[in-house]
């Protein structure tokens, strides 16, 4: 019921499909969402959302036992009514195997090039986070290297700077350099994205430490008395 809900949910919002990772394990709640008329997408293989459970990033269908599993996987998720499944890193030759065993299209990411489809994270193919890239990844630009360049750049530029800018409150503009090199224009700007958790944070590198937004935002620049 939850699963179903829940899928109902997303259709509501926009979706024109929902997905869910998992094979044999998922049948239950696959069956309850496409018998709702909800367009569904199976992953099998190496499943991100579980991938501590699963000891790391590792390839799946390196053994026998592995791949009969997976096999096992694809055909029942077919079977309740999926209309393709993704094979996350299974070894090429499994993932060929699988795409000749079942009518539903495969698509790939990292399993070669025997399945029907591919595709890939955004941040790997335009090389956004140089901290982790998967082994099958080539990325196609390096955006990354671009923003330490271009941060780099506005942090140059600013330092070298004459601003003329008289604070309207005494005193403002000591108070804030014990925090940046310049409140107005901050050095370095730095954003990433944890690729587990998916939540965008933020971090301001500045030239005396780094220091949390908070607390940059809880500077007072004109308390009273000033």
């Given at each position: 019921e939850?699963?179903?809900?829940?899928?109902?949910?997303?259709?509501?919002?926009?979706?024109?499909?929902?997905?869910?990772?998992g094979?044999?394990?998922?049948?239950?709640?696959i069956?309850?969402?496409t018998?709702?008329?909800i367009?569904?997408?199976?992953?099998?293989?190496?499943?991100?959302?579980?991938?501590?459970?699963?000891?790391?990033?590792?390839?799946?269908?390196?053994?026998?036992s592995?791949?009969?599993?997976?096999l096992?996987?694809?055909r029942?998720?077919?079977?309740?009514?999926?209309?393709?499944?993704?094979?996350?890193i299974?070894v090429?030759e499994?993932a060929?195997?699988?795409?000749?065993?079942i009518?539903?299209?495969t698509?790939?990411?990292?399993?070669?090039?025997?399945?029907?489809?591919?595709?890939?994270?955004?941040?790997d193919?335009?090389?956004?986070?140089?901290?982790?890239?998967?082994?099958?990844?080539?990325?196609?630009?390096r955006?990354a290297?671009?923003?330490?360049?271009a941060?780099?750049a506005?942090?140059e530029?600013?330092?070298?700077?004459?601003?003329?800018?008289?604070?309207?409150c005494?005193?403002?503009?000591?108070?804030?350099?014990?925090?940046?090199?310049?409140?107005?224009?901050?050095p370095?700007v730095?954003?990433?994205?944890?690729?587990?958790?998916?939540?965008?944070?933020?971090?301001?590198?500045?030239?005396?430490?780094?220091?949390s937004?908070?607390?940059?935002?809880?500077?007072?620049?004109?308390?009273?008395?000033?």
């Amino acid at each position: 019921e939850q699963a179903e809900a829940t899928a109902r949910k997303f259709v509501a919002a926009g979706a024109q499909a929902v997905k869910l990772e998992g094979g044999v394990n998922r049948v239950a709640q696959i069956e309850a969402i496409t018998n709702a008329g909800i367009p569904f997408m199976s992953h099998i293989g190496m499943l991100p959302q579980t991938v501590r459970e699963q000891g790391g990033y590792k390839i799946k269908g390196r053994t026998q036992s592995e791949a009969e599993a997976l096999l096992v996987d694809a055909r029942a998720v077919e079977q309740a009514g999926a209309f393709s499944v993704v094979l996350e890193i299974v070894v090429s030759e499994v993932a060929k195997q699988i795409t000749s065993a079942i009518e539903i299209p495969t698509i790939g990411i990292g399993s070669g090039e025997h399945c029907d489809g591919q595709i890939l994270v955004t941040h790997d193919l335009i090389g956004l986070f140089p901290w982790f890239t998967p082994k099958f990844v080539s990325a196609e630009a390096r955006v990354a290297e671009e923003i330490r360049r271009a941060a780099r750049a506005f942090v140059e530029r600013t330092r070298g700077a004459k601003i003329a800018y008289q604070p309207r409150c005494p005193g403002v503009y000591a108070r804030a350099r014990n925090y940046v090199t310049a409140l107005a224009l901050l050095p370095c700007v730095c954003l990433t994205q944890s690729w587990l958790v998916g939540r965008w944070r933020l971090f301001l590198l500045y030239r005396r430490g780094t220091y949390s937004l908070r607390r940059v935002i809880g500077v007072h620049l004109c308390p009273s008395g000033d």
